[in-house]
């Protein structure tokens, strides 16, 4: 099993914790980490882009000239396109869907990967409580620093992860590069686009209930 030093608020050291070797221990997967991040983002994407073919753009109801003798081109309707205004071809559509199927199976190992990783790259931080008593973004920032002397921090992203704690959550929301989450809410999408995770040691313990094998 992967250990991983275990902190308290003030930064000292209280030992090791122990990580569950499914979660934190497994062989990276940058292949199948890829796939899924690619299925995620088609899955939140919203289609905006829309153009209209011939059958939906207003007019040309009418034969612009008649079928034969003026010398022209045959034409039935100025709503073709090939004419200025008219439809158009193969233009995107907010009726496509791009989303993708995902398993289970898949999810789990893909977020496995990434969590190895931050073992690996030490990135992740366990500590054994964290609070603060007012959701005061000074309080917090306080206490980040004091954290975050484990890890080089400057320019990083940091993701906080607790469990059921408010004020942790709303304090964070006016730290630049600072986001804080619910082990039941954090996914691969975040864990990546942080370069360091702070958890608390019961929200360790509910990502592990949380996605354990059955």
Do not use: C
């Not at 122990?18 to 919203?46: C, D, I, M």
């Not at 008649?66 to 008219?86: L, M, V």
């Not at 439809?87 to 199927?101: H, T």
């Not at 007012?134 to 320019?155: C, D, F, I, N, Y």
């Amino acid at each position: 099993m992967p250990k991983v030093p275990l902190y308290n608020q003030a930064g000292e050291q209280l030992g090791a914790i122990e990580l569950s070797e499914e979660l934190f221990g497994a062989k990276p997967k940058p292949a199948l980490v890829h796939q899924v991040v690619v299925g995620l983002q088609a899955n939140a994407r919203t289609v905006i882009a829309h153009t209209k073919t011939r059958g939906e753009v207003r007019g040309g109801g009418k034969k612009p000239w008649k079928q034969k003798h003026t010398g022209r081109a045959r034409h039935g309707s100025t709503r073709s396109p090939i004419w200025i205004g008219g439809g158009v071809v193969f233009g995107p559509r907010n009726d496509r869907s791009y989303a993708k199927k995902i398993p289970k199976s898949m999810k789990r190992a893909a977020l496995a990967s990434v969590l190895s990783d931050k073992v690996n790259d030490h990135a992740l931080i366990v500590v054994d409580a964290l609070s603060i008593p007012e959701p005061k973004t000074k309080l917090m920032a306080q206490a980040l620093a004091v954290l975050m002397q484990r890890v080089p921090s400057e320019g990083k992203k940091k993701l906080i992860l607790v469990k059921k704690n408010p004020n942790i959550v709303r304090a964070t929301h006016n730290l630049p590069s600072v986001s804080a989450t619910g082990p039941e809410h954090v996914g691969i999408l975040d864990i990546i686009g942080h370069s360091v995770m702070i958890a608390t040691r019961d929200a360790i313990t509910a990502l592990e209930k949380l996605h354990a094998k059955a």
